[in-house]
């Protein structure tokens, strides 16, 4: 495994292109793209105010800047370095900027959600979409990228509009069957759409593409609902993360529960065979395969929430399904430090990883059943059926990593500190020492 | 009295009142007040000090007589005989008859008198056993109407107690009434509210946006250096009903490609399903028929189950024969056939086991006489017979001890009455030894009987389970021919090969525990033997229900395996992210294998 030397960014902004060739990172006003490999700056571009967000579009020819207090985005283009484009959404201020998946249109969302502007480059047009709701996950775009779906509130019901994202035509208008919508997102398949309610209810309904009610789904009444929801890469199952710190997965056929995943505080040998990983920061090697495999039964560390408090830190907040849906890694947010990996075959807990600090961010590699997580620390986790490794980012001022990001072909990772980055470069052809774990 | 007012005025006269009393007893003789002239003379005497101790004298010897003689009449002796009224002379025989009569009646009333003296000493210490048995049942009584009452101040305290919960309990539902009531109206008022606002809010909007526009903001524009083509390289198209319902057809495309999609998963997986079942239906068949040649083919063959009646053969094979048809047909029709055909099948397969099972037994007790593992169960028996005696003779030997000693213990106590409720406490105790005595001996029986039931058993076990080998085997051979895409049967196979060795070492176990036995009889305890003799039977028990529920493991472990293969496909080609389809049609089939619910068949 080896490292990169640290570069500077800030807002934790640093993306690499679709194609995985290039590495967008802001500075402040700048934005500087490098190549991957080299790491050589290729291009520098200065914009108008320190950016606030910054985006690939999907060829990996532009790069949309956005300025929210000043109302402004930005595009800069690789292979014209002199092409320009300023978009200023003038008084009515901007809140959030994104590509369309065809990488020629902007969507802006400006302030109190009054409305999407739709920005095309090609043509200069500008369309509005009205009544978008503010909420979680208002707007999503199918894999394919060929639907919008879009959240929207109109005399206090919510309605869904898909439209197709070729030339925004509107194809379907609904309403839905919830009290407040928190947000949509489609299935991998692009033909079913998931809509959840608000944590007051728990109900997620299933919309088919045109629009039709396929099923709902309610698991309990009155205490907080949803907190967080996962599509299988597969579209098979659907993974639903609620308060009650349970993880619920429905089939893509009856759409009813196949199983739930409970996050005990006490682990029993009855949970099926797993080894706990206790990955201490002790030691200061630069590899420690195979840290602490304790055996069964064994305590969680809980922190005890706040009940009284608006958005209790308990229940699953986040979900992630491993490239080739074979693994589920959850998280519980009164078990911050621990990150739990579910085997979707078995349906069963597969491992237990629980770390010293709490869990900042984890993500699964694109290409591999392989789960990257950081807690804050100068080091890298690294989780795969076969065994855990935990690396030391080597680095004079104590790098931290608060988040991270694979490199599309899963090779490299990008770690982001506070102000700083580094890349991480596993070592796919020297599989003699310590990668070989992976292969097994 | 009237005499004796009479006589004292004469009494006065005379000088010695002695003999005026005499004389005047004399006198006055008429029988009718005689009685109560004597009564009066006693006294008299009796206050007359010892003179008159002498009763007769020289001179009233007559007197003496006919008195003597009336007393002895009154008593009913025969006074006639003593004196002649006339002559008033002793007559000396009679008199000592009646003296000697008189001296035994006296005899006989002091024994008596003495046997009613001790009567009385009796009844008067019993009386006080009884009263100090009353004291105590009186003090008794009283600590029982104090417990009583202190029982009863208890019991009200607990019902005070209740109700003040039960009236607790009544506010406190009451009050999670009105909080439901509460939060209930609170949420309609929210909502209303929020609602509200919410219209607001809307409204709100539409005024901002509407100045917005208004103003025509000037600031509101995009500044690009040159146009961009389109990404696909298009050029731009006119929005026009018809690219309307291209989108519309793109859509049902899309969606119909979906649903060939999952239905194409669903056939492939319905295809599997139905090889898996009809390769089930051969092996059920095979399993059910061809023993019927094996037997013809070695008639030497001393396995019973072999002799299988090959009633229903022909037309189980009709049915085989049209259920493969139907197979092929897969329509709503055929799918009644299919199960009703499977069905059928599944309960001749039950029926052939517990033929099987039967048989098997049947051979276990033909061989059990002359089996060589009935001589060891005999040895058991007659150690148990004499652990049995020398239990006995230690509990005798326990008892008399027992007695002895409550005897020394008796003994200290004087008391008559503790040592008769010793006697008591004794009495009991033997009844309550002798009722455990009982419990005990059934206790033993049973445990006699469900250790005899156990080696039948595991003899039993050993027999079927060599029977089940044999027949695996073939099956397994069979299977192996057939190249089923039950790979890992074989596996399954090996795991019980395992637990047949377990089984086989079953024999050794049990002589290994007989010597414990004998070790263990010299310390005289009978629960650990028992108890020991219990747990050297129990892994047959497990043993026996391992082999009984062989059919269950074996269904699962087919199922674990068909679960494994397609996982890896999955990963392999899931990695290359196109290859989505396969990846849909291959899962699928793995979701409806764990939930049988959702195969749709």
């Known amino acids: 495994m080896n490292f990169s030397e640290i570069f500077k960014q800030s807002n934790q902004l640093c993306r690499i292109s679709p194609d995985g060739r290039y590495l967008a990172t802001c500075v402040q006003y700048r934005l500087v793209v490098r190549d991957v490999n080299s790491l050589q700056i290729l291009h520098l571009y200065t914009c108008l105010d320190q950016i606030v967000h910054m985006e690939w579009s999907s060829d990996s020819l532009f790069i949309l800047c956005a300025m929210y207090k000043r109302g402004l985005v930005q595009v800069w283009s690789l292979e014209q370095p002199d092409w320009h484009c300023k978009i200023d959404e003038g008084s009515i201020g901007l809140v959030s900027s994104r590509w369309s998946p065809d990488g020629r249109h902007i969507l802006n969302t400006t302030e109190f959600h009054l409305r999407v502007t739709v920005w095309s480059l090609c043509t200069k047009a500008v369309s509005y979409i009205k009544y978008p709701k503010a909420c979680q996950k208002g707007i999503d775009f199918s894999r394919d990228g060929s639907y919008m779906a879009l959240a929207e509130r109109r005399d206090c019901k919510d309605y869904v509009s898909v439209f197709v994202c070729e030339d925004w035509h509107l194809l ?7 009290q407040d919508l928190a947000g949509l997102e489609w299935s991998p398949n692009g033909c079913v759409l998931a809509v959840w309610d608000s944590c007051l209810e728990y109900k997620v309904l299933l919309y088919s593409l045109d629009g ?9 009444e009155w205490s907080l609902g949803i907190k967080s929801l996962a599509w299988s890469p597969s579209s098979q199952f659907l993974a639903i993360g609620s308060f009650d710190e349970k993880v619920r997965i429905l089939n893509h056929i009856t759409w009813k529960k196949i199983t739930e995943f409970e996050h005990p505080a006490t682990i029993y040998p009855a949970l099926a065979g797993l080894g706990l990983m206790c990955v201490s920061t002790g030691p200061l090697t630069l590899y420690q395969t195979h840290n602490e495999i304790s055996q069964p039964p ?4 809980v922190v005890k929430p706040d009940l009284d408090r608006a958005n209790p830190k308990v229940g699953v907040s986040s979900l992630a399904f491993s490239a080739d849906g074979r693994y589920l890694a959850t998280k519980n947010d009164n078990m911050a430090s621990v990150v739990w990996v579910w085997n979707m075959q078995k349906m069963s807990l597969e491992a237990v990883l629980e770390q010293t600090a709490a869990v900042r961010c984890f993500q699964w590699d694109p290409r591999r059943p392989r789960l990257a997580l950081c807690t804050g620390t ?14 030391q980012v080597p680095s004079e001022g104590g790098f931290q990593v608060h988040a991270l990001s694979w490199h599309s072909n899963g090779d490299s990772l990008v770690l982001i500190g506070k102000e700083h980055l580094c890349l991480c470069y596993m070592d796919t052809e020297d599989k003699s020492t310590d990668s070989n774990i992976w292969t097994k | 009295m009237g005499d004796w007012s009479m006589t004292s005025p004469l009494g006065v006269s005379m000088e010695n009142s002695e003999i005026s009393s005499i004389s005047r007893v004399t006198l006055s003789s008429s029988r009718q007040n005689h009685d109560s002239l004597y009564s009066s003379s006693l006294p008299l005497s009796k206050s007359s000090h010892n003179v008159l101790s002498a009763f007769c004298i020289e001179e009233n010897v007559p007197q003496c007589i006919l008195y003597i003689n009336q007393e002895l009449s009154s008593l009913g002796l025969a006074s006639m005989c003593i004196a002649t009224p006339v002559e008033a002379t002793l007559n000396s025989v009679p008199a000592l008859n009646a003296m000697y009569e008189l001296l035994q009646a006296q005899r006989r009333s002091q024994r008596s008198l003495e046997a009613l003296e001790q009567d009385l000493l009796r009844t008067s210490s019993t009386l006080e056993h009884l009263q100090t048995g009353n004291y105590r049942l009186k003090d008794q009584l009283e600590l029982l109407k104090r417990e009583k009452s202190g029982l009863h101040e208890k019991e009200r305290q607990l019902q005070l107690k209740i109700e003040t919960l039960q009236s607790c309990l009544k506010s406190e539902k009451e009050e999670i009434q009105k909080l ?11 909502s209303h509210d929020a609602k ?9 909007k539409e005024r901002l946006g509407q100045l917005l526009i208004d103003k025509r903001d000037k600031k509101l524009a995009i500044d690009v250096l040159n146009y961009l083509g389109r990404s696909d390289g298009k050029r731009i198209q006119w929005k026009t009903g018809k690219a309307g319902t291209s989108h519309e057809g793109d859509m049902y495309k899309s969606l119909l490609n979906d649903y060939e999609a999952r239905q194409q998963s669903l056939m492939v997986e319905n295809s599997e399903l139905k090889k898996v079942l009809q390769q089930m239906k051969r092996d059920m068949m095979y399993i059910l028929s061809p023993h019927k040649p094996c037997a013809k083919a070695s008639p030497g063959d001393d396995s019973p189950e072999r002799g299988f009646p090959p009633a229903g053969l022909e037309g189980q094979d009709e049915v085989g024969e049209c259920s493969r048809e139907n ?8 799918r009644e056939q299919l199960t009703y055909s499977i069905r059928l099948q599944w309960r001749r397969l039950k029926n052939h086991m517990e033929k099987l099972d039967s048989q098997v037994s049947l051979a276990q007790t033909q061989q059990q006489s002359g089996s060589e593992e009935a001589v060891p169960r005999e040895v058991h028996e007659e150690e148990m017979q004499r652990m049995r005696l020398e239990v006995q003779q230690g509990k005798d030997f326990i008892h008399t001890q027992q007695q002895l000693l409550q005897k020394q213990l008796n003994s200290s106590f004087d008391d008559e009455t503790a040592a008769l409720l010793n006697d008591c406490y004794t009495l009991e105790e033997k009844e309550r030894l002798k009722e455990e005595w009982r419990l005990f001996e059934e206790q033993k029986g049973n445990f006699e009987r469900e250790r005899k039931n156990f080696t039948e058993a595991a003899i039993r076990l050993g027999h079927e389970k060599k029977t089940f080998e044999e027949d695996r085997a073939a099956w397994l051979k069979n299977q192996f021919l057939n190249l089923t895409p039950f790979v890992d049967r074989k596996k399954y196979s090996l795991s019980d090969s395992q637990s047949a060795l377990s089984i086989r070492s079953e024999p050794e176990l049990q002589q290994s525990y007989t010597p414990a036995k004998l070790t263990k009889s010299s310390t005289y305890n009978e629960f650990s033997t028992t108890y020991s003799s219990i747990s050297d039977g129990l892994p047959s028990t497990t043993e026996l229900y391992r082999t009984l529920h062989l059919i269950q493991p074996e269904t699962r472990h087919s199922k674990r395996g068909s679960w494994q293969e ?3 496909p999955i990963r392999a080609e899931n990695l290359f992210g196109k290859s989505k389809c396969s990846v849909r049609c291959r899962d699928p089939c793995i979701l409806s294998l764990d939930k049988d619910g959702d195969s749709p068949i």
């Open chain 2, 327 to 334: 197979l092929d047909q897969s329509c709503e029709k055929a």
């Open chain 1, 172 to 178: 379907r208008h609904f309403e839905t069957e919830t």
């Open chain 2, 180 to 190: 439901q009531n509460i939060i209930a109206g609170r949420a309609s008022q929210y």
């Open chain 1, 212 to 220: 039709r009610l396929l099923s709902s789904f309610s698991a309990y």
């Open chain 2, 566 to 568: 397609p996982s890896s």
């Open chain 1, 298 to 301: 064994f305590q969680i560390p």
């Open chain 2, 196 to 204: 509200r606002k919410e219209r607001e809010c809307v409204k709100l």
């Open chain 1, 378 to 391: 100068p080091r890298l986790y690294l989780w795969s059926p076969a065994g855990s490794v935990s690396v």
